[in-house]
Structure formats: C-alpha cells, structure tokens
C-alpha cells in the first residue's frame, strides 16, 4: 500500500512535443513506408488509435483537464478497450496514454470510475505487452533528451502500476511484478547513463514491490482468493491489543472484523473531553473516530457475542433460541435471499425470514428493519459473516417477512460464491448505520491543518475573532433586515465599530435577539440559545438576509459565495430554507429528497439536475458519459429484471405446473398429468382448471369440500379486522419518521425504468409475467377460483380462506429431501402436507436455476451503476458551485462531504445544532470556513446515542454546541418568548432557564372553552404495561383518559388542527390509536415528544405513561426531555400522570409544587357546560367523561328541527344553529296508493319507487311470488324450480325464470367413437367432440414395456402416452438416473455437488467440471501441500492431535490440519463413542467429520477405508468409476482436505466419462454451429416465421450444457417441423376451406406431440410419429384432388370414393401399413376418374401433345378461363391474341403475360415462364410434400 503519492507532481504535455519525439515519429513513418510501400496490418497498429475521441489531439487536450472530467471521460468511451487492447503503439503516444491514465487516477472522488478504467487497463495489450517493451527499451534510448525526459514517464506509470495493483490484486500481481522487475532494471540503468532519478520514485517502487511480495506470499498460502477481498490489504494494527491506544485511527476499519467479535474483546477509548481542552486536532479527531465506531459496533460485537453464548449453552437448557430475547440486537431466522432487484444506488436482495417468531409486532411502528439499519448474516456461526444495510421497508411486505437489504462490496462478492439456497441467521443492530458509515469516512479523511476553528473547537479558546473576511472590509449594509419604518433610513456602516450599529429598534429585534444578530455578524464562531418559542429561527433568518445581502463581502477567490445552512431534521431545514426564500428567490439548492415543502420543490437537487435547461449547460464529456453508461446499464438491468420478475412470481402464489417440469422428474410429470376422476367425471375436463392447484388441494371442488364448516366463523373475523385496520386516524409512525429522516434521496431519474419504460409499462409488464406464471396470484384482490360449468364460483370468504393457506404454506422452509422425492411415483397419493413439501422444493429448485442465470449481468449492474454515481456526483457539483444558498441535513452534510469539499461554502449555518453528535457537525465543515453560526438549545433534545455507556461516562451524547458553552465560549441567550400563555411558561422558569420573559402577545389569548383551568395536571396511580417488542411502554388508563379529553374538547367546536396529544413512549402511540377513529379524532396530531422539538399548538395533552412500584420514570429523568414536553402548547395544557411517583425526581417535584400553588394540580379536572354555566362535572378517568356525553351536561336539547321533529340529543356546545344535524327519527312520508310509508330515516331522501314487497301472481308460469309494488310481475324472473323435461328426458336444473339448460350433467352410459363405453354427462350425446376415453391402452410399447396411458390420452393409438418406466440406474455421479426408460442414460441435471474449500461447481452435475486451479489450502504447521487443488497431494495426512480448545472449553477430538469436528469427547460423549469400526471408545482415538454428510469417523480405520482398493482391483474385476462414499450413509465423499487426493483421481476419471457420455466439445459446437446454419436457410426458404415452436429451436441452440443427443432431438425435431410447413403451404394453396380448416387443427396436434415436454424420439415415439405424418400426407393429397374436383365442377364424380377413402384415414386407431396400402391404392384409382392434369383429356394423351410439340418446359400457358396455348421461340409473351374458344385476351408484351394469364403447369409441370434461364432452372423442382 501507501502507493497514493506515486507520480504526484503536476506534468505538462512538453514532453510529447519534444525534439527528441519529432525524429523517432519521422523514423517510424520511413520505416513503415521503406517496409511495404503500403498500409499493412502491423502499420495500421502503430499508427495512433483510431477509437473514437481518443486521438492524439483528444489525448493532448484530456491531459490538461482536471483528473475527475480525464476519469470519467476516459472510462466512458467505448473505443478505449480497442484502443488499449493493441500491441504495438507509437513511442510518443505511449507516453501520452501514461500521462492521461496517471492524471486520471490521482482523482478522488470517482471511485467505481476508476476501478471500472483499472479493469480495462490490467487485461489489456497495453498493459501487458506494449508497456513491457516500452520501459524496456528505455535503457538502449540513445538520444539524451529523450532520455531525461523518462523519470517523470517512470513516475506515471508507477501510478498506473499501483492504482490496477490495489484495485485488482489477485489478477494482477503477476504483470504487476513483471513490469516492475522491468522497471527496476530500466531505472538502474538509466541512472548509469547520468539520468537523475528522484530518491522518492525508488522509495515507492520499493513499497509496491513489498506489496507484491505480501500477495504472492498470499497467493501461495491459498488466502489470496479474490481481486474483492480488501481486509487482506488494510493494517491490521499490532499484535498486541495492549498497544492498540497507539493505533493510527485512521488505520480502523469501519466494519466491524471477526476478531472483534472474540469473547472479551475491548476496544480502546478516550471519553469526550468536556472540562479541558484538547492537546492537538488528531487526538480530537480520534477521539471522536473511536466513539463513534464504538457506537454501533459495540451492540452487534456484544449481542453476536451473547448470542454464541447462548448457542454453546443449548444443550444445557431447554429454552429455544428462537423465543430468547437480546439486548443488543435483534434476531431473525432462516434468512434467504430471493430476487436481486435493480436500484438507483446499486444491486440490492429481497431477503426473507421466518416470521413465525415474530407475529407479535406490530411493524408500522416497530424500529426493526429501518431504512438504513446495519444487518450481519452468518451460515457458519459468525466465523464468516456478510454485512448489509436496509435499503427499502414496507411494513406490508415485512410481515410476510421480506425486506430489502443492499450488501457492501465485498459481502456483495462473497455472497456469489455462496450456494443460491443457503439460509443465513441475520442479526440487526439498531444503529443507522449509513450516517455512522459517511461521518466515519468523513473523519478518516479529515486532515488535521485543514479542520478549520481548531483555535475554539480544539484548543478552546475564548478569544473569538471576527471572521478572516470582515478584516479586510467591514461595511455593512442593514436596510434589508431593518423594520419598515426604518428601512431607508440605515447607511452603511462598520460592523466591527460596536458604535455604529443601529439601534435595536430599527431592526425590530428585542434586547437579546439584538445581541446574538450582533454577536453572529461580528464573531467567526457564534453560538446562539433559544429557548422554547423565544424566535431562534426568526433570528437565524433575520442573519442569514444580512449576510445574503451583503455577499460582496465574504466572496470566495473564484467569485463565488456560498452558504451552507445544516439542520437535523428535515422539517427543520424546510422551515429555515422557506424563510430564506422570501427574500432570496434564487441560488437555493435543498440536498435531500425527503421535503414536503411545495415551495422548495423546484430547488431540489433531483429536480435541478434533470431540467432540460440545466442538462443543456452540462460538459459535453458529462452528457456523453451519462448517455453511454446509462444504456449499458438499461441493458443490464433488463437481463436481471427479466430473472428477478420470474423470481419474484415464484413467492407471490402458485406457479403453473408447466414452469416447474424441467425441476421435476419424467415419472413425476406424468403422474401429475393423469388426475384422479371424481365420481367418474373428470376434473381435466373443466374449463381453465390448473393441475397445480387441484394437486395442492386448492380446487374448488377439493378445498370447499375441506373447508366449509368454517366459513362463516372466518368472515366475521376477517371483516372485523379490515374494520380495525381501516378506521382508525393515522399517526406518524415512530418508524416512518425516523426512517424519512435517513433516507437521502440520491440524484436519480424518477422515472419508472431505466430503459424509459414508465412504471405503469413496468407494471403491465409484470402483471403479464404473474398471468402467465401464476395458477394463482396472492397479490390480487380478487382471487379467480376455477368456476364450475354453470357459473358457479367460490364464494370471498372461501378465497380469504385458500389465501390464508397458501401464503402459510409457502412461508414454510421445510422441503422434501430428494431421496424422498425418488421413492415417490404416484404423485395423487401423496398427503396434502407432503404435496406441499415436494412443491416447495420444485420450487427452490426453479428459483436456483434462475438465480444463476442472473449472476454475472448483477456484477456488472453494480460496476455501472458506481460509474454512474460518479458522473452524476460531477453534475451535481456544477450546480452546487453556482448556488447561493445549500441546505443540508446533517446526514446529508456527511454523506456529500466531499462535494463540499470542492464546493468551499464560506459561510456554514447550523440550526438544531444542540442535537447533532459533534463527529457529524466536524464533518459538515470545509477547510474553506471562515464563519460558523450554531443554533440550537441544549436544555432541550440532546444528540441521541446508541450506547447508554458510551453517553453517559463517555460524554458522546454531548454536542459541540453544549460543549463550547460549558467551555465559556461566548454565547447569547435569547430571553422573550413568544408561545406560551405565562401559566404554562411558568413550568419552565426558573425550574428549567434561569431567566425567561413573556413578550406582551401571550398576555391576550382566550381560555379555553368548556373547562375552567388552561392548565392542569391530572394524578392517578394506574400502572404501566411494558410493550413485548422493544423497549417501550404503555398506559391503557392514560391513553383512555386522553382521548375522552379530546372528543369533549372537539365537542367545544375546536378544530382537530388546534388540538395535539403528546406521549414520551412510542409504546402509547399504537394504544392510542386504537382509541381514536378517524371518522372522529382525523386531523388531530399525535406524537411522541422528541419528534415534535420545534412544533407548537394552541392545546396540548400530554399522556407521560410511567406508573409503576419500582419508582422508574425513565426518560423523564432527563430535563431536556421534559422542557420540550412542557413547552409545546400556546393556550393550555394538560397533563395525565403519577404524580407521587414524580415527585421523587428534583425537577418534577418543582414543577408540581409551581402547579399546586394555583391549584393546578388534582385527581380531577372539572369541566363546564357552555350552555348551562352552573353544571360542573368532574372527571378522574375516561368513563366519568359519559357525563357529558356530547360536550355539555346531560339535559336534554329540545331544539325543534326544521321537519318538524325534536333534537334528540342530549346538551351539545357545537353546531347550535343544527345545520349540521341529521335526524334520525322515521320517516312519515306516504309512497304509493297502497299507503306504503318510506321505511328511511327523516334526513334521507325517500325513494321514488315503493320497494315494499308484495305477494303477486307471474303471468307466464302462474307462480306466486314475493315482487317489490312498483315492478310489473311481467318482468320479474320467477325463482321456482323449472318443472321443464329438457329434449334427452332428464328434468332441467335451472330457475322457472331462465332458459332451460342445454348442457344436461346427469351420468348416462356413453359409446365413444373409439369403440368404448363409459359414464359420462348426457349432454356429450348430441355434442361431436366426445368426452376423453378413460380405458386403460395396455398396448405393448417398442421398449417391452407396457403403455400406462389411456385410450384417450394416446389418441386411440395413434400417439402413445410416452414410457414412464423408472430407470433407477446408478449415475457416474453417484446420483440415480431419474430419467424414465431410457436406452442410455442421459448425463444428469441435478446441480453438481462438486466443491472445495475455494468454490463450488455451479453447472448441471452432467457436466464437465472446470478443475479448481487456486493455490491447494492443505496445510498444518508439521506440513503443505504445494500443488494446486485439483490435483493430488505431494504431502501426506498428519497424524498429530489438534492443538485447539473448543467452545466448551474442552480440547478438539480431531486431527492437526483437518478440520475440527464439531463434538467433544467429554460434552457429547454417547455420540462420539458410539461403535463402528471398533476403535471409536479408545482414550487416544482421533475423529475424522466428514463435511458431506457430518458423520464422525475414527481417523486410523477412515484412512484404511480410503486406502483400500486404491491402486488393485480385487478378484481380477475392474473397480467401478466413482466416489468413495461415507461408511454410515452412503453419501459420497466429495469434500474433505485429508482425502482429497483420492477424491481428485476419481474425479478426474468420472470426468473422462462424462466426456465419453456427452460427447466431445469440439464435435458438439461444430455440429451445434451446422444446425445453426440450416435453420437459418430453413427460415428463409420455407418462410418458417409464424412457426413459434420453429422460432423457439433458434434458443434452444444456443443454451448451454448442450450434448450431443440434445442435438440429436432439436435435428429431428427440426426436420419434422419443415415437414409440417410444407404439408401446411399446400393446405393453404390447394384445399378447400373446410377441408384446410380441419387438416390444419390435425397439424395443430401434430405439432403438440412434437412440442411434448416428454418428447425424446424414442423409438414408439418416431414409429408413431411418421405414422401420423404419413397419414396426413395421405389426406393432403387427398383434400389436393378434391380441390381440383372442385375447381373443374367435377365433385359429384369422385364424392363417394373420396368419401371411403377419408374414413380410412380419420378414423380411430393406428394408421398400420395396410392402411397405408389401402389408400395409395386408392388413390391411384381415384386419379383415373380425375386426370391430374384438369385438361379434361388422359394423362396418356397430354404426354403425346406434349411430346409431339417438342417444346422445353415453360412454354404452355392458358388464359383467365382455363384454355391451354403455347408461346413458341423463348416462350416470353411478346404480343396480344383472342382466345379462340372464349375470346379472353392471351398472351402479352415484354416477356409478362396479359393479366389473367398464367403458366400452365398441369401440361408440363412447369412453375414459371421459360423466357429466362433463372426462372427456368425452376420449372424442374418437383412439389415435395
């Protein structure tokens, strides 16, 4: 490492324009022309690359632009990988390439834009070849000024050398070291010849070279895995954690490493100095690094920590871990990732948990899983782990358990090398770790000379000076802030002159606001207290406008001034940016897009970025980088969007049986084809019915059957639930609020897709994707049950029902194992519980197919979307850098500090500052500051830490704010406030603020109606509950008691905007809730305090939860706390508390005293009645506010209303005037003649049809009916039963009303058209297509064995059900054969289980392996193995015992090098002693654990067990090929170091048979290729575009894992579907269209069969297949002649025949030989009635004209009515003639026949004229069928 200063120094373009190039460049050109005299291949290389943009102008130009616009403007070029990958370069431009790559590596900022220009550097020719001989040939450079020029090449390249090395250190090592040796000898050698080398060149030379031999050193150990694992590069720090004090901070990594996960890990840490000042910058800064870093670090580290623990301890306990409670973090099980999904910032995973343990919470207020959280993965038990953050939450999806989560760069890596189905323990820690994440790197970065104020912050000076920019000129100009009346009468003046400031007055300031406005101007450090309601903001604005307005002052060096304006809250910053808005219209911009602000909507960043004017502005490298990375990455994210989609389906219901058959075996798709019947009628015949769903049990017939009884109980519940869900107010959710405070919304495109599709395409598009995937979709509302025939459909509370199960079932992780699935062959039988577990491991199966498809596009998605990061980082700084004014939250500040950075902001204003932790306000700050303004209270909301420790005896919880108050920096107080009635702000002073005075508007407000107190605390003693997720509690008598208050104080006609309830619990929240319906309490605001600093109403409740024995009042302990509570109403407040209780903390116990000294303080708040004065009521809980059940007392109202009826209410204060009141008294108005009265209430309008129901008489039927008066019994449809017969006998099952059915489903005896009988629905008799035949086909198929299909489903014989015998063979693999009666077993499609300690195999296990070619990583301190993994050991195993300890504390069982197993000998020794060999209870014995199957062996007989049979056969026989296997189960050993040399032979011979079996790879591309080749010219000449399964070959070539019998199915399937197109074109040409239309639907079948997911081409499956063509062949030329009969009028003479020979061909059964015979038999007879030709003359005497005339083919012709002529000479038609039978025209002009006309083929075969040679080769193809 330490290579960043490599070529540090600035370098110009002269050396490419030096003399000594000019001669070389004139040199190079001779040459080349004394060489060849022309262009050639190796001229055309050494020319300068041609890449678009990449010239040697373009390249000279690039070199004097800052290394950000080099970066990105090289890296987004498309021609730079052409121009890199030549192997021969000019000299000068060589040099020219190392300046321009060197310039753009030394940028900072552009991180995946580097790492993306370093991956095409390292494989380049460039690199690996042109820069070898390039600094080679330095050495023999003979012309001196060349020569002097190289040290400064030297130095680019050794930038170049160190960024590839750093970024890619496994691939690049080995050209690294080479080119380095190179260099080294280059550099000696100049350094001979006079050159002067500089001493800091070498020094760096040496430290790459020191890298490179770490690496190596790496490499050979087996450590150095991948080009992504970092740790391996960063200081570790010493040995000794002792010494760990003396550790570079800035060597800390941020992410917590698995040391620190060791039991009694400590970290070193210094507290937060309060009382002194700090001795130097770096110990502040560490200081607070650490803190900080312990924060959230300290959490996980001790939870993982009691969590192993816990582990450990199991088999001591009875207590599942899945019900233990942690304090540190929380735990969620079985954790899995299942769709990568395409985000703006990058790749992230849907992962989902077992949410079984967790049903208790209630996510939309729960702090779990919060955008931003920190999770830790591990499937080893933390000895490896992945990290991740949240980065989306959707409370609905969490309680199905699924969350997104974004992993960082390595874990991202590490997680693609981990089996797809893997399932992790994921443990959450509570930290936002984002915002820790951008202020730690802020920190690590942070030089010590460039923290500005390092006078105040550091060494705490009291002294503080005027800011650098006020000493050079101090005119200020105060008009713009002043009163109005004052406004033109305040000159300029000096500010720095305490006596020319105008007068407090003028400004409209009171005395205090004066002095902190003065004391902001004038001071480069000011700091400004606001207690509640006293006008912080108003002042902060009233500085902000003076320093806006007088800009010209504190301008930067480039002309720019800008302010950065910090706040903590995002509601904060809206407020303060509104502010400046009034008098600055222009230059804002708000970072961040969590604003609700409409005002500031146009001055977002996002929407800054993408208006067409600002784009336009852009640099033209800016667009063309965006443009080009952008669409690499729309292509990427449409590869992984199109897995992800089909991913996503899987969990979203149930998938159609056809996209689960390539995860099923043969015998297992064939019995889920053959459902049982039902009573005889079978289920496959219903309309849409999925086989999937019947199989699962979700069938309509099937599941009502099971699930009936429980309906109604199931509505009511349900229904009773949405009501809940529904119609309660909405509060903000503690979540939602803390979450819009973390997520900074990045600069992206809003837009739907990044392809420009638009959300709703997007949407469609997915929606299509579940419709053709889904049997059944959960997500929609309305779930579409199979209808039986008659329409009739499963009731909603059936669907909720199905809903509710399914969703259950695919939250299981249970799977059936696959030795299970291959014991199964009916799958029918199976119990619906096994069912499930089959199809969830189909469906494990499916989603790894498709996981790993998308691997690769993912990788690349993420490079790009951090190239893209970097332009779109470039953007958003040419707009920061022209704006005025920057507002920021303080997370924001960290994340884009190095923005600011670039950006200089002079002027930094933070508001809140009191609540910010100080590590986040020193990164917020630039080297560039020259005046800091922090606004805030400390006596109110404090930082928040996540350590109680680290806050309280570390100080962390102090923001800067504080402390430079408490370190007697000056400071103003503002002492009026504005806010509260002076009852309330008596609360405050002096318990809270020393002094606090009340400005006059606060004198003047009302009292509050219906009460006779503004203020009052009401006691009680009722106790607390504590919630069960998180650390909150609740108080149902509070809450209850609140509530009542607020419906009486809305009954006094307050708006719900004027009334807050407040609590200190998040706890409270929900119970509050679920007291207030939104019909009622909507528009009333609830929140917990800490949310609501800063806000204020007129009547505040306050709910304060805690009541409990121990005396615990928890955060109301804290003053700050307990200030923001009591300051947040202007008109009254009331409180609800345990008062006894409180009184036992010093601060509560004052302000009780304050209360009672006005009798504020009770049991009982008393209410009044507005419109009787004299009636008091008091109430103690909420069930006393039922005396004043409507807000006034309990007389009755007595207002009569406008109807003419009485208020029934009791006494109300609202609506007086009952404009609002409905009555809802019956309603007496008369409807009808028949003196019906409305059955309505009074306020509803009456209906103007009676609707009362009377008994009449429908003419039609004579029924008696109950029909409402106004209908006409004419109309109405009767509801009796129908006593019709319908014309088959059978009664009709429909009303009286309705047409009679025509579908009778009364079971009658049936006699098929095969010949069979069986029960079936009546209504078949009169239908054509009969029902399937259902008796068994027992026909002997071609491979012995025989058909288990029926006669319907093997079409009578003439297409077998394919053979479902079951193979069972044992596999080269170890693996049986699942394919059904095969004659060669196919190679296998299970994944491969090949692994080792480096990787896994990810292909199908068919398939050759790619041998593990890494560094093998046997070894042990007596021994190593030196070869590569796939090889065999060149060491033996070693016997020595293990040194290590286990977890229990017991010594390890197994042997040195291996790995150790995962018992003990004294902890579980029943297990370990247990007999096999014999030797397993022996005191010494050493255990071998297995890691396929974990069985444990005694290691002396497992090695005699593998050495046995090794090198000789036994009895002469040869050894069968394959893996040893475990002595216990049977399972192959295919992973074990100790073993690995045998397991490598095997392996390596196993390979040679999957060769065998496969095929050779050359052979099978080859012959892949040709048929690539013929379907091509196959497309073109038989015009095959509209053939889909044609179209779907072309895919099916191209997939991967292909053998050569695959090709040998696809080529006769090719060859049967061109078959089937030519038999198409003639039934299009020449048939008629009823005869076509039935050929066509005949070919339709054809093709299904051909198309058959079974369709091997077995030797029945070929024998009936060209059976089948041959017949319809047959029946071509049969509809051919009676199209001909036809067209000539000749029908009638050949029906008959025709007619026979059709029923020969259509009729059922097999089409056998002498069927065959028969009909080409007749065929030939058929054709002596009907001459082939149409002439109407014998096929005898057309051959005699024809012979007689001696015409080539061509020339006979007819015209439009049929008669035949001839064209003599070249048979062009040249001129017009009558014909002599018809008079039509014949003949023509110009070679082209007269219309009408046309070649007569029935003469002489011919299909074109003969008048040129082209068309005439075609006269001689003969129609081929």
Known sequence: MGMAGVGGRREGVSVDRGEGWRDERRDGVRQRQDRNGARSNSADTARAPQGRGLGYKALEELSEKDPSTVAITLSSNPALKDVLGETNMRPDLIALFCLVLSKAFKSRTDRGTLQHLAGIIKDSGFFRTILPHYVGNMGSESNHARRQQYPRHLENILTILSQVLNTFPASSVQPVSLLLIIFQASINTLRASGVVIQPEMEESAQNLQGLIKHLQERSREGTLRSDKDTYALLNSGVENPDEEDVQNFRTIPIYPTPEEFQQGHRPFLRPNLTTKRYTNTHLYLDTHFRLLREDFVRPLREGIQQLLRNQMDRGRTDSPLKTKRFDDIRIYFDTKMIVPKCTPTGLAYIAQFDIQPLKFVRWQNSKRLIYGSLV???????????????????????????????????????????????????????????????????????????????????????????????????????????????????????????????????????????????????????????????????????????????????????????????????????????????????????????????????????????????????????????????????????????????????????????????????????????????????????????????????????????????????????????????????????????????????????????????????????????????????????????????????????????????????????????????????????????????????VARYRIELRTRALQSEDAYQRAVDRLADVKRQESLCLLKEATVIGMTTTGAAKYRKELQEVRPRLVVVEEAAEVLEAHTITTLTKACQHLILIGDHQQLRPSATVYDLAKNFNLEMSMFERLVKMRLPFVRLNYQHRMRPDIARLLTPHIYSELENHPSVLEYENIKGLNTNLFFVEHTHPEEEIKDGRSHQNRHEANFVVALCRYLLFQDYKPEQITILTTYTGQLHCLRKQMPASEFSGVKVHVVDKYQGEENDIVL??????????????????????????????????????????????????????????????????????????????????????????????????????????????????????????????????????????????????????????????????????????????????????????????????????CTWKCKVKVTIKLKCGHSQKDSCFYKTENEGPECKTPCRHQLKCGHDCRGTCGKCFQGRYHFPCSHQCERLLICSHKCREPCTRGCPPCQRPCENCCVHSKCMKPCGQPCAPCIEPCAWQCPHQQCSKLCYEPCDRPPCTQPCPKTLGCGHPCIGLCGDKCPSKCRICQHDEVTEIFFGTEDEPEAYFIQLEDCKHFIEYTAMDQYMGVGDNQAGDGDHLAIKLKECPKCRTPIRKNLRYGSHINRSLAEIEMVKEKINGKTSDIEEHRNTLQIQWEQNLRNHDMYDQAEYMQIKFRLERPYLIANDLWVIENKMDFLIRVAKLLKVAKEKMLSAQGYLFRKNIEQFVRWLSDHHQKFTDQQVFDLQNELERLKLLAQLNVRCYTAEKRGQSDKIHSEAQQIRDVLEMPGQFADQDQHSVKEALKELDKKLPVTGLGISDEERKMIVSAMKMPPGHWNKCPNGHVYVITECGGAMERRSCPDCGAVIGGGNHTLASGNQVATEMDGSLHTAWSEGNNLLNFENLDL
């Open 1102 to 1299: 306050l709910s304060l939860v805690r009541s409990n024995p121990q005396g615990k009042v928890g955060f109301l302990n804290i003053p700050n706390r307990v200030c923001v509570a009591l300051s947040r109403a202007k008109k009254g407040l009331y409180c609800i508390g345990n008062s006894s209780m409180l009184s036992n903390v010093t601060l509560w116990s004052n302000i009780l005293h304050t209360l009672r000294e006005k009798d504020q303080v009770g049991k009982a708040l008393t209410l009044c009645c507005q419109n009787h004065p004299d009636r008091q009521t008091q109430v103690s809980c909420a069930e006393d506010f039922k005396k004043a059940p409507e807000g006034g007392c309990t007389q009755p109202c007595q207002f009569r209303l406008d109807c003419g009826h009485v208020c029934a209410r009791v006494c109300h204060p609202y609506d007086p005037e009952h404009k609002k009141y409905k009555c809802l008294k019956p309603c007496q108005k008369i409807l009808c003649n028949e003196g019906h009265r409305c059955n309505l209430v009074c306020h509803k309008e009456c209906p103007k049809k009676c609707p009362v129901k009377v008994e009449k008489v429908i003419p039609r039927c004579q029924h008696t009916q109950m029909i409402p008066c106004h209908q006409d019994p004419k109309t109405f449809e009767c509801q009796e039963p129908c006593q019709e017969l319908l014309p088959c006998g059978h009664p009709c099952d429909a009303v009286c009303g309705q047409p």
């Open 376 to 842: 830790c993965l591990s499937y080893d038990n933390f000895e490896s782990f992945l990290f991740a953050t949240v980065s989306d939450r959707d409370p609905k999806y969490l309680e199905k358990g699924l969350v997104q989560l974004t992993f960082t760069d390595e874990s991202r890596l590490k997680l693609a090398r981990i089996q797809k189905d893997q399932s992790f323990l994921m443990v959450e820690t509570t930290a936002y770790f984002e915002a820790y994440r951008y202020v730690l790197e802020g920190l690590k970065e942070q030089e010590e000379d460039d923290l500005p104020f390092q006078r105040y912050i550091v060494e705490c000076n009291t002294n503080v000076q005027p800011p650098a920019y006020l000493q050079e000129m101090d005119d200020y100009d105060l008009s713009s802030v002043a009163d109005p009346d004052y406004k033109n009468r305040i000159p300029p003046f000096h500010s720095l002159n305490e006596e020319a400031w105008p007068r407090m007055e003028k400004l409209g300031l009171d005395e205090s606001q004066m002095k902190a406005f003065q004391l902001a101007i004038t001071k480069e450090l000011a700091i400004i207290q606001g207690p509640p309601g006293t006008g912080k903001t108003y002042v902060g604005l009233k500085i902000a406008q003076a320093l806006l307005t007088n800009q010209e002052l504190w301008t930067n060096e480039s002309g720019k001034a800008q302010m950065l304006v910090v706040c903590y809250t995002n509601h904060a910053l809206d407020q303060f940016l509104e502010g400046i808005h009034k008098f600055q219209e222009e230059g804002i911009v708000r970072v961040g897009g969590r604003s609700n602000s409409e005002i500031l909507k146009r001055f977002n960043l996002r929407e800054l970025t993408h208006s067409s004017n600002f784009r336009r502005t852009l640099p033209s490298y800016l667009r063309s980088a965006y443009n080009e990375i952008y669409k690499e990455l729309c292509q990427m994210e449409r590869e992984i969007q199109a897995q992800s989609t089909r991913l996503e389906c899987s969990l979203k219901g149930v998938l159609r049986e056809s996209y689960l058959c390539s995860c099923m075996s043969d015998i297992h798709w064939d019995s889920l084809q053959e459902p049982p019947t039902q009573d005889g009628f079978d289920i496959w015949g219903k309309k849409n019915l999925s086989l999937m769903m019947e199989w699962l049990g979700l069938g309509s017939t099937v599941f009502l059957q099971r699930e009936t009884e429980d309906a109604n109980r199931m509505e009511a519940a349900e229904e009773a639930m949405e009501l809940e869900e529904e119609d309660f107010i909405e509060i903000a959710e503690e979540a939602d609020l803390i979450q819009a405070e973390r997520i900074i919304d990045d600069n992206w495109n809003p837009r739907g897709g990044r392809d420009g599709r638009k959300k709703g395409d997007m949407d469609e598009a997915v929606r299509a994707v579940e419709e053709m995937m889904l049997a059944m979709n959960l997500d929609k509302d309305d779930i579409k049950a199979e209808q039986s025939e008659n329409g009739w459909e499963m009731p909603r509370d059936q669907k909720k029902k199905m809903k509710k199960n399914i969703r259950k079932e695919l939250c299981k992780s249970s799977t059936m194992s696959e030795e299970e699935e291959e014991n199964i062959f009916d799958l029918w039988s199976l119990p619906l519980q096994d069912r499930w577990r089959l199809y969830r491991l189909w």
